[in-house]
């Protein structure tokens, strides 16, 4: 599998980051109408019931009856939890704040995955920084246990001062990577060109906060600073509209629901252009040193 070290070493620069204050100059003021309009789309669910506490002790936390999750991290340990339940296809949202100033070192991943060598999983993972200096968003897909599918965004907006709603929605058709109802990614299936497609794997959700000091800033050249542990993520809001039966068994009732083969609006188009215009910084099917010899199919 290619290295995630070798993408960040490569994506991160002076002109990036430049390029990318300039950008939150001019549209914060329009994004931020956008994101509150959609805050309030998502319905609550329950971290008692839908979750277990994996690893990590009481680094792992819930309050409000269940409303309200936190991870943290400190020197010792990272923290993770769980779904309880398996899903093959769905639309999960989720609404996450992140760790709060220099949290450089860490990586918080929320994703959704099979078990085995032959593992299909679908990732958001957010790259922290030092204080003042924008996270980065990894996305990657893997199926039939490879990867190598990275694409990586900078956000419109500081994702540590209020919860944002991340979702993915697994069809399959396709797979789509949403930041507050806006689509930033789409990976279509391309069995046809002989690209595997994760769709016959249910998955379990999955969320971590750990320590990844050895490349998740600037490839690795900033450490985590662990005087300003313990460093805490903050989760509500979850929601599952999946199946969690065999596919056969809901394949009947797949046109059922709205998300299932409601197609990108001619309005999503066009935030889906905005973001990978100005907020990619880094994509596979681009990176010409990485594939001399052409790109993938799906490119």
């Not at 542990?229 to 969690?244: L, M, S, V, W």
């Amino acid at each position: 599998m290619y290295s995630v070290k070798g993408i960040i070493s490569s994506s991160y620069s002076s002109s990036n980051i430049i390029g990318y204050s300039k950008m939150l100059l001019e549209m914060g003021v329009v994004m931020m109408m956008v994101m509150s309009s959609c805050m309030s789309c998502v319905k609550a669910g329950n971290f008692n019931e839908d979750f277990d506490l994996t690893w990590g002790g009481n680094r792992a936390k819930r309050f409000e009856k269940g409303q309200l999750l936190t991870l943290s991290l400190d020197r010792v340990s990272g923290s993770g939890f769980q779904s309880k339940k398996e899903y093959l296809f769905g639309r999960i949202d989720m609404q996450l704040k992140l760790v709060a100033g220099n949290s450089a070192g860490t990586v918080t991943a929320y994703y959704l995955s099979s078990e085995g060598t032959t593992h299909d999983e679908i990732d958001f993972e957010f790259l922290g920084n030092v204080t003042g200096q924008p996270y980065i968003l990894h996305t990657n897909i893997y199926a039939q246990g490879k990867g190598g599918r990275e694409q990586q965004f900078y956000l419109w907006f500081d994702p540590t001062k209020n919860f944002h709603t991340y979702t993915l929605i697994w069809r399959p058709q396709d797979i789509i990577f949403m930041v507050d109802n806006t689509p930033i990614r789409v990976f279509k299936n391309a069995e046809s060109m002989g690209v595997p497609f994760p769709k016959n794997q249910p998955m379990k959700i999955y969320s971590s906060l750990w320590n990844a000091d050895d490349w998740a800033t600037r490839g690795g050249l900033v450490k985590t600073d662990w005087s300003h542990a313990p460093f805490t993520a903050y989760y509500r809001n979850f929601n599952a509209q999946a199946f969690t039966r065999a596919a056969a068994e809901e394949a009947s009732q797949f046109s059922d629901g709205k998300w299932q083969n409601q197609e990108l609006d001619a309005y999503s188009r066009r935030r889906l252009r905005w973001v990978q215009r100005n907020f990619m910084i880094y994509n596979y099917c681009t990176d010409y040193r990485r594939f001399p010899q052409g790109f993938p199919p799906e490119c």
